[in-house]
């Protein structure tokens, strides 16, 4: 039934269409018209002339159309690789480490391993994906003498093997990697992972359709630059159209993310039907034949650049990766280096405390002291601060103080329980800790902002000194009034 109102919209839109059609016609009548006059007009140009624009022409048709085709067939990305960490600045970080008293070994065999591989001139082949994705079938497919465990259950591969295989006239050596995403096993996931990046070319194997985490590993992998190949595994599950239906959303969703994207069988059983000599039947499992074809071709493709792009794309994510791992092992040191420089003064706070003849009941801060912890702090991160900037930080600092004196005091004070004889000394040592907790709140506060920020963030640090300043963390009051307990029994040493 049409209500009166849509009756009204169906009018509407009838006439739409006809005036639409009417243009339309419109339309291809003139275009109709200017070609047929363009026709007479070029009829009437000499030969030569005609024949040149309708080259032109045909040429100009012939970009749009290459342009359109372009378009719709993205061309797979070449290995880019993104991290250019060059090798003597890496080195000269490492030494300058060592030089610190930083542990560096592991380093330095990345190092030597990176040298290793570059001299020999094998292909080395990372075979990497989820637990029981098939890798270590795979292995076996590539390198049939490969000692590899193979085992319906997740985690079997536990370390990184090597195994020598061949592909045309290349010599391979693949390495079996842990599965990702076992759950409590993020030590075997880093070794894959540090894996991988070794490696010339990687074999990404997948059982289905990429969940999110597998996504996410892949696009890691590409952001390293070197070929990556995604092998669909197990296609052996799949009837014909299920598995190109999988190949093609694969394919859709992958194609600007690796090189290429092949189907596989690398392992399983089958169950085959035997004919006896008696004439009875029996049926038995064995291990089915491997189908690597699309995969050994997939990875010559890979493979096709020449060994040095190769070698660089590899040494580039070392590098790369190297670049990572120092960075947090030097943040790492100037944390210590930090806590040990914050320890020196909160001690030397500590001592002038209770050197004092009559401690004050407001708490102050040093003056002296606290520039020069703060200038050693900003030595140590490189990080250039103004006189005028400390002394403003500073005076503010010292406003805080006074509004939470009595809460400090009163920390203090609960440290000095944790060492039931302390209490007893009175007033000079429950002063000696509020400063030590002073210096220590300060020394970290502004070691946090130059560490976080690489500059002299005084919000940031005016804030977290702040929140130390009344934090009841145990920990650091316990450290603070031992620190306390040591400088007093010195004191009495010398006295004694
Ligand atoms: N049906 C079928 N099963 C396969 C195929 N490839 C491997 N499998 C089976 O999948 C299971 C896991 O195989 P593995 O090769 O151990 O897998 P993995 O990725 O090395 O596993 P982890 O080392 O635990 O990470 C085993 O039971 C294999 O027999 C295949 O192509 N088809
Ligand atoms: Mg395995």
Not at 408 to 432: D, E, R, S, Y
């Amino acid at each position: 039934m049409t209500t009166p109102d849509t009756r009204h919209l169906r009018l509407l839109l009838a006439l739409c269409v006809g005036l639409a059609s009417l243009g339309l016609l419109w339309l291809a009548l003139g275009a109709t018209r200017s070609a047929l006059e363009l026709w007479r007009e070029l009829a009437g140009l000499p030969l030569v002339l005609r024949l040149g624009l309708i080259a032109l022409a045909a040429a100009f048709l012939g970009a749009s159309a290459w342009l359109v085709w372009r378009l719709l067939h993205p061309r797979a990305r070449p290995p880019r690789p993104v991290v250019v960490a060059d090798r003597a600045g890496i080195e000269k970080r490492i030494e300058r480490l060592q030089s610190r008293e930083a542990e560096t070994a592991r380093f330095q065999a990345e190092l030597e391993e990176l040298d290793r591989r570059a001299a020999a001139e094998d292909y080395y082949i990372a075979v990497f994906g989820e637990i029981s994705a098939g890798k270590s079938s795979l292995v076996r497919a590539l390198a049939p003498q490969a000692p590899v465990d193979v085992d319906v259950l997740g985690g079997t591969t536990t370390q990184v093997s090597h195994h020598r295989g061949e592909l045309g006239q290349r010599r391979l050596v693949l390495a079996d990697v842990p599965g990702t995403q076992e759950i409590g096993a993020r030590e075997r996931e880093q070794l894959a992972r540090d894996e991988a990046l070794r490696a010339h070319a990687v074999i990404y194997v997948a059982s289905g359709d990429l969940t999110r985490a597998q996504d996410a590993e892949l696009k890691w992998l590409r952001g390293y630059g070197k070929p990556l190949l995604l092998a669909l595994n197990k296609t052996d599950q799949w009837s014909d159209a299920e598995r190109h239906e999988l190949l093609a959303t694969l394919q859709r969703r992958y194609a600007g993310t690796v090189d290429r994207i092949v189907g596989v069988r690398a392992g399983g059983s089958e169950t085959v039907l035997r004919r006896l000599s008696d004439g009875r039947e029996e049926t038995l499992t064995r291990q089915a034949t491997p189908d690597t074809v699309a995969l050994r071709e997939g990875l010559l493709a890979c493979l096709a650049a020449s060994p040095q792009q190769l070698e660089q794309a590899r040494a580039s994510a070392v590098l790369g990766h190297l670049d990572e791992q120092l960075g947090s092992a030097e943040r790492g040191m100037l944390e210590r280096e930090s806590r040990a420089i914050v320890e020196r003064y909160t001690r030397r706070a500590i001592v002038g405390a209770l050197a004092a003849v009559a401690p004050g009941t407001d708490l102050l801060i040093q003056g002296a002291l606290a520039t020069s912890l703060l200038r050693e702090l900003a030595t140590l991160h490189q990080v250039p601060i103004k006189q005028l900037d400390l002394d403003a930080f500073l005076r503010q600092a010292t406003l805080t103080l006074r509004t939470t004196s009595s809460v400090i005091l009163a920390i203090a004070g609960n440290a000095l329980k944790a060492f039931p004889g302390l209490g007893t000394l009175g007033g000079g040592v429950l002063h000696a800790i509020a400063y030590g907790l002073i210096f220590d709140s300060l020394g970290r506060a502004v070691s946090q902002t130059l560490l976080d920020q690489h500059r002299f963030d005084q919000d940031q640090a005016q804030a977290t000194l702040q929140r130390l300043l009344t934090e009841q963390a145990r920990e650091r009051l316990t450290h603070v009034a031992q620190l306390a307990l040591q400088s007093l029994r010195r004191d009495n040493g010398s006295e004694a």
